[in-house]
């Protein structure tokens, strides 16, 4: 024991002391926010400012209806917008945006040639033709620049459809009144049998999903980090005196330790600058992040974490015995990023059928078990003798992964400069 | 007692037998020489004495015990494959290195310390060893080997890439050492450099002990049967003589081996009668001769 803490303490401190950890550091929350936050800032609809649209139809109050619709629809957005930014949690338009909408009767090919002509020139934003043939033949053209923004066109939709129907209804002689009742959109709110709410599936959503991805992100980068280390001591050749006094076990467990550490030394630092960068929006969104973030959540987060992570850098550090350079390494590794790679891939499966047969096995398998079981807890608890088996399974694979790297490592040293072949390695582990 | 024991160990990997049906054992505060050419099996040997890897049968004993893990706190090794953590400091380095040995922080710390005086390299104490020359590193590693003053130190080609400052500087260690009673083990493919300082050797070729004892026995069982003569005027008179075996004429003097049985002082009287002789010295012969002499039966 006493070596594998010397040997995890030396690992550490020499990686801890590098530029490289301190630029590290730095620059992957900064490329994450980059991430995260430049895609939906670009994206966003409701950002690029004000909008002029032209409502076309044959009767002056159908225009005008779909043109009241789109109005009340834009004002709800922009009210939601200024609530949501009491709450930094969901990810809203920065920005309400004005909406101009004039009504045309003119329905004649010229006029619907001369506005199109506008759109082109960039005088108008949109058109919307609803003469009585669209109608008849119930699709309505739209006539836009951004043909393919389909967030902005769906809604648009929405609110022609609406107004369409509110027509329809006022025909039939329903007052105002009764017509906003019929139209208006009910909520369906989803529960376990308990009874409890699961507070905002989206928001859930996307908590796992980046949870998983700081999972996923750091066992990549830090089992490397792992190889490295391994590679690192028969590039030095400082390994033969290093087995001349610990067992290849615990040079395996100690550099695993120590590069672990690194990693959550570095998470530390990241999680820290967080909580006092944003410590105030924090608490004042609390109402929305209870519920979502649990605290088993925090606790499972923090189990998968370490044994996913100590579970891969076995593999990083049994390819990085293997090999005698990084060049060599590199046709290996993808062996170890393929199960975290197909974990990824059926996670959306999971989170939305929790208790399916592959969510419950994968979450139980050992390799992509760190990332799904992990998931599943975050939408749903799973019954604890499966939360229970998949940590034993990890841990039984851990630790005979160390054993077999650690035989891989010393026969390792019998043959420099050469890369060994698969019945080779078989052939090691019955030598030591 | 014997600090180490090796009894009929066997060591093979695949079909090639690394070392086979070896035995020796080396007498506590000796030095021992291991000496053969390459790939004879010396490191092959060396790593089963340090654990690195288990014989396929027989039994190493150290110490007077059964050979187990914590017994290698008490042992220096110095691997032919030299290497140091290339980023780390000096004195870092050592302490680490010193701690896994048993050592405490504080104790290794100064021990470094004081090594580095003796071997004149105390003011790189802070330096990474990368910007280290070869020859310091190769000290810094002489150091590792014995800063946790090992009772049972195994050198494996010490003297390889030294310059002569530097293999005297360890020459002077090693004996040291000895006076200090520490049992060494040397094993080297460089016969005459250890010839100096060993008291008792094995030769191994191919994997197996071809000759082994006390150094003196062992040049005393193969005589003196070489002269070096040197002499102004003819040396017809080595040409045809039944007296002499072979001989190789370097110029300066002559090195002759004399025929099995042949008197030197017959050898003496007839090159008297002919030249004029400066210098006839009866040789021991070199371990190299020995080993080629033995080698050259097995083989044959």
């Not at chain 2, 494959?81 to 380095?93: D, F, P």
């Not at chain 2, 104490?125 to 090992?150: C, R, T, W, Y």
């Not at chain 2, 050492?177 to 010839?195: A, P, Y």
Request: glycine fraction near 8%.
């Amino acid at each position: 024991m006493h070596n594998i803490f010397l040997i995890a303490r030396r690992e550490y401190l020499e990686r801890i002391r590098t530029k490289s950890f301190l630029i590290m550091t730095i620059l992957i929350p900064l490329m994450m926010a980059g991430f995260l936050l430049g895609p939906s800032f670009l994206m966003n609809p409701m950002s690029r400012g004000a909008r002029h649209l032209v409502v076309v139809a044959s009767r002056t109050q159908t225009a005008e209806t779909i043109r009241h619709e789109l109005t009340k629809a834009q004002e709800e957005q922009n009210k939601q917008i200024a609530d949501s930014k009491k709450h930094s949690l969901k990810r809203t338009p920065e920005t309400p945006s004005d909406l101009t909408l004039d009504v045309d009767t003119n329905t004649s090919a010229e006029e619907r040639a001369t506005l199109a002509k506008k759109v082109r020139d960039k005088q108008l934003d949109g058109v919307i033709w609803a003469s009585d043939e669209a109608l008849a033949e119930e699709k309505i053209p739209f006539i836009t620049r951004d043909t393919s923004s389909f967030i902005q066109n769906a809604s648009i939709g929405i609110g022609v459809d609406r107004a369409l129907h509110r027509e329809a209804l006022k025909a039939k002689g329903l007052s105002d009144q009764e017509i906003d009742k019929v139209l208006k959109r009910l909520d369906v709110d989803p529960q376990n049998p308990a009874g409890a709410g699961t507070g905002d599936p989206q928001v859930t959503f996307i908590v796992s999903f980046i949870m998983v991805m700081i999972l996923y992100m750091s066992v990549l980068l830090y089992g490397i980090n792992v190889m490295r280390a391994v590679l690192d001591e028969k590039t030095s050749r400082i390994m033969e005196v290093m087995l001349s006094v610990s067992r290849p076990n615990e040079m395996m467990a100690g550099k695993i330790l120590g590069v672990g550490a690194v990693g959550l030394t570095q998470i530390g630092i990241w999680i820290t600058t967080a909580v006092v960068m944003m410590g105030g929006n924090l608490v004042a969104s609390g109402g929305q992040l209870k519920g979502i973030i649990t605290w088993q959540m925090l606790a499972a987060f923090a189990v998968y974490y370490l044994l996913g992570f100590a579970l891969y850098s076995t593999f990083y550090a049994a390819i990085g015995a293997m090999v005698n350079s990084e060049q060599e390494a590199q046709q290996l590794q993808f062996l170890a990023v393929l199960p975290l790679a197909a974990s990824l891939g059926i996670m959306f499966n999971v989170i939305q059928y929790p208790n399916s047969t592959i969510a419950v096995w994968a979450s139980i398998f050992p390799l992509t078990s760190p990332l799904i079981m992990f998931s599943r807890i975050a939408v749903q608890i799973p019954s604890p003798w499966q939360i229970g088996l998949s940590i034993v399974v990890m841990i039984a694979t851990i630790a005979g992964m160390v054993l077999l790297c650690g035989r891989i490592y010393r026969v390792g040293i019998l043959m420099y400069g050469k890369k060994p072949t698969l019945p080779e390695i078989v052939k090691w582990l019955r030598y030591a | 007692m014997y600090t180490i024991e090796l009894n009929s160990v066997r060591k093979s990997y695949d079909q090639f037998v690394a070392v086979d049906n070896l035995s020796f054992n080396i007498e506590q505060g000796a030095v021992f020489g291991l000496l053969g050419p390459n790939g004879a099996g010396k490191t092959s040997t060396i790593r089963m004495m340090i654990g690195i890897t288990a014989p396929d049968s027989g039994a190493i004993r150290m110490f007077g015990q059964p050979f187990h893990r914590p017994q290698l706190q008490r042992v220096g090794y110095l691997p032919e494959e030299r290497g140091l953590y290339k980023k780390m400091k000096v004195l870092e380095q050592l302490v680490f290195l010193g701690e896994l040995h048993g050592m405490s922080a504080d104790n290794a710390r100064q021990k470094a310390a004081e090594w580095c005086q003796k071997l004149e390299i105390a003011e790189k104490l802070q330096n990474k060893v990368e910007e280290l020359s070869k020859g310091m590193q190769q000290k810094i590693q002489f150091i590792a080997a014995l800063l946790h003053d090992p009772d049972f130190v195994i050198m494996d080609e010490p003297f390889f890439g030294l310059d002569p400052v530097n293999a005297s500087l360890l020459k002077d260690v090693m004996l040291e050492l000895k006076k200090q009673g520490k049992t060494i083990l040397f094993s080297t493919h460089r016969m005459d450099q250890v010839e100096k300082l060993c008291d008792s050797i094995c030769l191994i070729n191919k994997g197996a002990a071809v000759l082994q004892g006390g150094l003196k026995q062992i040049k005393a069982r193969y005589g003196k049967s070489n002269i070096q003569i040197q002499y102004d005027g003819n040396g017809a008179f080595l040409e045809g003589n039944p007296l002499v075996g072979s001989y190789n004429n370097y110029g300066n003097y002559v090195e002759v081996r004399l025929a099995p049985g042949a008197d030197s002082q017959q050898l003496l009287k007839m090159a008297t009668e002919r030249s004029r002789i400066n210098r006839f010295e009866l040789m021991e012969p070199s371990l190299e001769e020995i080993f080629i002499e033995v080698v050259g039966k097995t083989d044959a």
